[in-house]
C-alpha cells in the first residue's frame, strides 16, 4: 500500500525550501557581480570554500537592503554564540563554565587563526560588499564584519548533498534556531523530488525537521530541539563553534583530563 501524504505531512515540522536557503551558487551568483575582474583574476571566488562563500555573502547581506532575506538577518544575534567570540559578560561566563575541559590556549589560538583569515579576506573582497546597514558596533571595518559572519557560519551552518547545486555546506533559515538534544531527530534533506510533484516549488533540496517517532505532538511554548548528529567532534570543536559542549561529549572525557 502506498504512503497517505496527510500521514507524512503531520510528521514534518518545518520545511525550509531550497529558494530560502543561502548557498554556494547564490554566494556566486550575487557577489561575483560585485568584483572587478582584475581582483577575481588574482583571488578567484571560485577556489572558496562553501563556508567561506557563505560569510561574505553574509557580510553582504547584512549591508544591503534586501527584503527577501531581512527577516533571517533579523534572526541572527549580534553576538554570536561561537567559544571563541567574545569579552562582553557571556562571553566571559561561557569560557569560565567550561575552562576545565577547554584551555585559554586554545581559544586564543582560535582567535589569532580568526584574525588572520578576516583580514585576508577584507583585503580581497571588502571593499566590494555592502555594507550601508552595517551595526554601528563594526564601525565600517570588513574584518570586523567577516569575523562576526564566521561565527554565524560556523555555529549555523548545516553540512548538505552537493548534489542539488547548493554546495556541502548551507545556512538554512529557521532550522538553524534550534537548540540541540541528543535525544531528537536530525536535520534531514530531501535529496530527491518524491513527496509532491505537482508542488509550486520542488521539494528537492529542502531540509525537514519531523517529530521524532513515538511523539504524538508538542505543546504551546515546548521547544523543539534537533540532534546536531556532529560526530567525531572533539569537546574543542564543540565549543568553538557552537559555545557549548553537550554532557554526552563531556561523560566520554577520561577524568583525569577532566
Not at 37 to 42: F, G, P, Q, Y
Not at 52 to 57: D, P, T
Not at 96 to 117: A, C, L, P
Request: aromatic fraction near 10%; glycine fraction near 8%; proline fraction near 7%.
Amino acid at each position: 500500500a502506498g504512503v497517505d501524504k496527510s500521514d507524512e505531512d503531520s510528521t514534518i515540522w518545518l520545511r525550509v525550501p531550497f529558494s530560502y536557503q543561502l548557498t554556494r551558487n547564490l554566494a556566486l551568483e550575487t557577489l561575483t557581480p560585485l568584483i572587478p575582474d582584475t581582483v577575481l583574476e588574482e583571488a578567484p571566488l571560485v577556489t572558496l570554500d562553501d563556508a567561506a562563500l557563505l560569510v561574505l555573502l553574509l557580510v553582504h547581506l547584512r549591508g544591503s537592503s534586501s527584503k527577501k532575506w531581512l527577516p533571517f538577518l533579523a534572526s541572527l544575534p549580534e553576538e554570536p554564540g561561537c567559544g571563541w567570540w567574545g569579552d562582553d559578560a557571556d562571553g566571559i561566563t561561557k569560557r569560565k563554565v567550561y575552562q576545565h575541559i577547554i584551555s585559554e590556549d586554545v581559544i586564543t589560538g582560535s582567535r589569532q587563526y580568526v584574525g588572520r583569515v578576516s583580514n585576508g579576506m577584507a583585503g580581497d573582497y571588502g571593499p566590494y560588499l555592502a555594507k550601508k546597514y552595517w551595526p554601528k558596533t563594526w564601525k565600517g571595518e570588513a574584518a570586523r564584519a567577516i569575523e562576526w559572519a564566521l561565527c554565524i557560519v560556523s555555529s549555523r551552518g548545516t553540512a548538505a548533498s552537493p548534489t542539488t547545486g547548493g554546495g556541502s555546506t548551507r545556512l538554512v533559515p529557521l532550522a538553524d534556531m534550534f537548540n540541540h538534544n541528543l535525544q531528537s531527530d536530525g536535520f534531514f534533506e530531501l535529496t530527491e523530488d518524491e513527496i509532491n510533484s505537482q508542488a509550486d516549488e520542488p521539494y528537492e533540496g529542502s531540509f525537514i525537521v519531523k517529530r521524532k517517532a513515538g511523539i504524538d505532538g508538542i505543546l504551546p511554548g515546548e521547544e523543539i530541539t534537533v540532534d546536531y548528529t556532529l560526530h567525531g567532534y572533539s569537546p574543542e570543536d564543540w565549543f568553538l563553534s557552537h559555545g557549548f559542549v553537550p554532557p554526552e561529549v563531556i561523560e566520554r572525557i577520561p577524568r583525569s583530563e577532566l
